[in-house]
């Protein structure tokens, strides 16, 4: 993948989390605060716990820090897998946020 193609996939990621964090916001209780800074996103939820998730440009990867770990995720040419087999990032994503939110949230692409 060309660092171009990297970056419109990565940019496309930030702003599904973003436009994501506001739709969750607007139909359920979980009061997600969510920050953009450049390349990376800060989610903090009401219990003050928060989910990162930052791009990683020279190795063309997006990293989530989250209560439940660090994870690595590279785009396959469809979609965002996890480097060590731990699935899809906006399933793995839903599963961390629900977790910290102590409520079912769903996160697509």
Known sequence: MT???Y???AEALLKAVELACDRINDHTDADI???RVGGM???TFANGSQ???NLQKPLQEVWMAARAGGFH???DGKVWMDTKG???FFA???RCASEQAGLKLAFSS
């Open 7 to 9: 970056q419109d996939h």
């Open 86 to 88: 731990q699935g899809e």
């Open 33 to 35: 605060d969510n920050q």
């Open 92 to 94: 793995h994503l839903s």
């Open 51 to 53: 989910i990162i998730i």
């Open 3 to 5: 660092d171009s193609e």
């Open 41 to 43: 996103v800060t989610m």
């Open 73 to 75: 995720y590279k785009h």
